[in-house]
Structures are given as C-alpha cells and as structure tokens.
Nanobody, 126 residues
C-alpha cells in the first residue's frame, strides 16, 4: 500500500514554471507506475502524464513539450516540472500510483490507478 502526498502547487503568472512533487510512503515504490492527473472546476479529472517503473514517459497532447515527469526511486518521489504555464493549466493536480502491471492502453483512465494523493492547487494568471 502507498500513501501519496503532493506539494509544490501555487500561484504563477502565465509563462512561468512550477515543480510539483509527490512523496510516497510504503513499500516497493520503484515497481509502481506513477501518473499525474488534473481537475479544473466543473471538469472531469484528466490525465496529464505517466512514468513507468523503467522510466518510460507519456504525456497528454495538451502538455507535451511543456511538462516533464521524472522519478527518484531513492527518495520515493515523482516530480512534474511545469514550464510555459498557461491559464488553462489551472487545476488541482493529483498524483496517482498504479500497481503492476501497467497498461499503456488504459493509462489515461482513473480506474487504472490504485492510490491517489489529495491534490495540490495550481493557479495560472494572465
């Protein structure tokens, strides 16, 4: 079982950057695929990015080239670097963990993931 705690959200001007962190407590973190989702007010939660145990990475088209996901297994932490932020990136960002096996075909689906954090707010103003 994993417990996930996100941090790093905040208020930033358009064009700026933030780095989100997700600290995991529990066993075998390195075996989990990790992902970030986000949810804007009145919208469904949407997939942002994922990273597998062997560091293959995947991104939603809307963030490709601007966001970078990474992980530090020694620190049990996954990161999301957010660059060139836009007002439409404003959302609560959630970290999620997927117990193996990871399936690319369903990686954008919430039901694929077994554990979730509480979220961190990112607000981008123009």
């Amino acid at each position: 079982q994993l417990q996930l705690v996100e941090s790093g959200g905040g208020l930033v001007q358009a064009g700026g950057s933030l780095r989100l962190s997700c600290a995991a407590s529990g066993r075998a973190f390195s075996t989990y695929a990790m992902a970030w989702f986000r949810q804007s007010p009145g919208q469904e939660r949407e997939f942002v990015s994922a990273i597998t145990w062997n560091r293959s990475t995947y991104y939603a088209d809307s963030v490709k080239g601007r966001f970078t996901i990474s992980r530090d297994n020694a620190e049990n932490t996954v990161y999301l670097q957010l660059n060139s932020l836009k007002p439409e990136d404003t959302a609560v960002y959630y970290c999620a963990a997927d117990f193996p096996p990871f399936t690319v075909a369903t990686m954008t689906k919430e039901y694929e993931y077994d554990y979730w954090g509480q979220g961190t707010q990112v607000t981008v103003f123009s």
